[in-house]
């Protein structure tokens, strides 16, 4: 496997992460203050923000980590066919 690819790969898994802990976090709802939950806010903000402001809200819930899920998840199946 070529070694860019298996970086890429590795990245968006990570993110994939990151973005479900956000959204574990936004449900316990932890200080806004706390460290943690700013470190996750800084990382997945400028990726969810612009889709979230795309996309309507349905019922109140904010569809944008599901979005960007999904398409990492595709990238990564594509990234893979390559390698």
Known sequence: MNPIISVLIFL????????FIRVILSW????PTNRVTRIF??????ILGPIR???PLMSGIDLSPLVVWVA???LIRVLSSFA
Request: charged content about 10%; hydrophobic content about 60%; overall charge positive.
């Open 12 to 19: 968006l898994q990570a993110f994939i992460l990151i973005i």
């Open 28 to 31: 316990i709802s932890p200080y």
């Open 41 to 46: 806010w800084q990382v997945t903000e400028p």
């Open 53 to 55: 402001r795309r996309l």
């Open 72 to 74: 990492a998840l595709i």
